[in-house]
């Protein structure tokens, strides 16, 4: 079955209507986000609510909820042993969901316990140095590091293991060297690696498109290969993908949902419709687009596929890594 991902919706295995029926609609529609308010997860939960409510596909609002602990785990765990069967609850998700699973640090529950819903917007990895830095594309970096690997200081937003550490893996091991041995800086979030890299503390940053796109547009760094598919619009149009450079390197950053396992046929339907309807909207594409999202709507069972595949390939990769 073809499946179309960036740019165009992807719903593949559920059948949908045009719109969704008003009598499932959900009685106390929530968004639970499995992390303190103001972070990835609080702002998937609020794509949905707001974007569910300006289109009208919802009648009343959307309360968005947060379980902090374990980047997610908690929320994880929650849902699956004390709402698996609540139809007004999902709950938010990214690649960094798929990544924690694949090591198990989900506890003991893996990519089938949940359902799989729809991801309706991604952000992209990139490999960012400082603007004065001598490296001008990824070849260089990697001959460069190639030749003296501990000379390079790598800093992500996040621990050993995390989304930021693998794509600096990624970089290690297209230069044929250990990812064991890298040297990794780990930062709280985007806007300390841009300090970092800013003040010359370190030599290479591994981020997320949207955090980085806007200094990379001002001077201030420079982003040398976005991991996406095609070249992004806006301040990174010029701006050449590590596919381009001859590295088949791909990171989506999707923002996603899932419910609980045991949630009926027709519940999960009816949000899988939902979803649907809203994502065709252009009162949708503001919304994304406001939360500085690139276009990327998988829905069902479309969806469902991407999530057990991502999982399959992050075992993979964080065997290769050591983890």
């Not at 699973?101 to 089938?112: L, V």
Request: proline share 3%; glycine share 12%.
């Amino acid at each position: 079955m073809k499946h179309l991902f960036i740019g165009a919706l992807a719903v593949a295995g559920v059948a949908f209507t045009a719109g969704a029926s008003a009598q499932a609609e959900p009685s106390k529609p929530e968004c639970l986000a499995g992390a303190k308010p103001g972070g990835g997860f609080d702002l998937t939960c609020r794509l949905a609510a707001n974007a569910l409510l300006a289109t009208k596909t919802i009648n009343k609002p959307m309360a968005v909820t947060y379980m902090e602990g374990g980047v997610g785990a908690v929320a994880y765990n929650h849902v699956i042993g004390k709402r698996a069967a609540d139809n007004n609850m999902i709950a938010a998700a990214s690649t960094g969901s798929a990544l924690l699973i694949a090591q198990g640090k989900f506890g003991k529950y893996d990519e089938s316990a949940v359902r799989w819903l729809g991801a309706l917007g991604t952000d992209y990895g990139v490999l960012v140095v400082a603007a004065d830095s001598p490296y001008k594309n990824l070849q260089e970096l990697i001959a460069a590091y190639k030749e003296n690997p501990s000379d390079f200081a790598i800093a992500g937003g996040g621990a050993v293991g995390s989304q930021d550490w693998m794509k600096g893996s990624l970089l290690a091991k297209n230069a044929g060297q250990d990812p064991k041995q890298m040297r990794y800086v780990a930062l709280e979030g985007g806007g300390a690696v841009l300090t970092a890299l800013e003040g010359g503390h370190v030599k290479v940053g591994a981020g997320d498109a949207a955090e980085m796109s806007k200094h990379h547009a001002a001077g201030k760094v420079r982003i040398l290969a976005v991991m996406a598919p095609e070249r992004l619009p806006g301040d990174l149009k010029d701006v050449a993908t590590a596919r381009e450079q001859g590295v088949e390197i791909d990171w989506p950053v999707w923002r996603g949902y899932y419910v609980g396992k045991d949630v009926s046929d027709a519940d999960y339907k009816w949000w899988v419709d939902a979803f649907a309807k809203m994502a065709e909207t252009p009162e949708f594409a503001q919304e994304r687009e406001a939360r500085g999202l690139y276009a990327y709507t998988q829905i069902g069972q479309a969806f469902d596929d991407q999530v057990k595949a991502d999982v399959a390939r992050f075992k993979t990769l964080a065997k290769e890594a050591g983890m």
